[in-house]
């Protein structure tokens, strides 16, 4: 079985470009979450998604960050414009049901230069 | 809000040593504990987790125990080798927090032969 997948795993930008990372979560999971790592700091949440539905995105930074997951399937998370402090490792996971384990991904890491 | 923080690397043993990585959270709740492992250029993966006070977490060698009394989850293994070389989480979630994951700030270990 797949586990989940990110594409793409390294992107360089720069600047006030715009850039969509997507993920793919495992078949038939209804949570994803998307976490990122800033700086060689701790990981920090995102947000939440339950099938199509954001169940909790208290921690997007800002209104440059835009996550969706049409169909309740794949998640796409989208930085426009990007700026230098955006650089970072973004991770997404999925599991089953809220009280499952969370599988990850490899992650992406974003560089903006 | 919910914090961990856990010991900074990097830690740089010789193959054998005793390994223990310390880590302190505060919750509101009670919340599970999970140690999670990022081999070099994998994702993250869980490596063992206790969902209750006195719960002891095992995998692979490694051993957590959930201690209440001083909110820690020391990470311990008696016997490291070489592919123990990585990045150490630990993290927790809170049912009523949608069980998003509460990371700490990692600690790198080098095992050395």
């Known amino acids: 079985e797949a586990g989940v997948t990110q594409f793409p795993s390294h992107s360089v930008i720069e600047k006030g470009q715009t850039v969509t990372l997507r993920c793919d979560p495992i078949?038939?999971?209804?949570?994803l979450y998307w976490y990122r790592r800033v700086m060689g700091k701790e990981i920090k949440f995102l947000l939440h998604?339950?099938?199509?539905?954001?169940?909790?995105e208290s921690g997007m930074p800002n209104n440059r960050f835009l996550a969706e997951r049409t169909g309740g399937t794949y998640s796409t998370l989208k930085v426009q414009p990007a700026e230098l402090e955006d650089s970072g490792v973004y991770f997404c996971?999925?599991?089953?049901?809220?009280?499952?384990?969370?599988?990850f991904g490899q992650g992406t890491r974003l560089t903006v230069v | 809000g919910d914090s961990v923080t856990q010991m900074e690397g990097p830690v740089t043993l010789s193959e054998e040593a005793f390994l223990t990585i310390n880590c302190t959270y505060t919750?509101?709740?009670?919340?599970?504990l999970f140690w999670y492992v990022q081999y070099p250029g994998e994702g993250l993966q869980l490596l063992l987790k206790?969902?209750?006070?006195?719960d002891k977490g095992s995998n692979k060698g490694f051993e957590a125990t959930y201690r209440k009394e001083t909110t820690s989850f020391h990470l311990e293994k008696g016997s490291v080798q070489v592919s123990d070389s990585a990045v150490y989480f630990c993290?927790?979630?809170?049912?009523?927090?949608?069980?998003?994951?509460?990371f700490g700030g990692g600690t790198r270990v080098l095992v050395k032969p």
């Open positions: 996971a999925s599991s089953q049901d809220w009280a499952s384990e969370a599988f």
């Open positions: 078949s038939g999971h209804d949570n």
């Open positions: 998604f339950v099938k199509e539905s954001k169940q909790d």
């Open positions: 919750a509101t709740g009670y919340p599970s």
């Open positions: 206790a969902t209750k006070a006195d």
């Open positions: 993290a927790l979630s809170e049912k009523a927090a949608g069980n998003k994951l509460t």
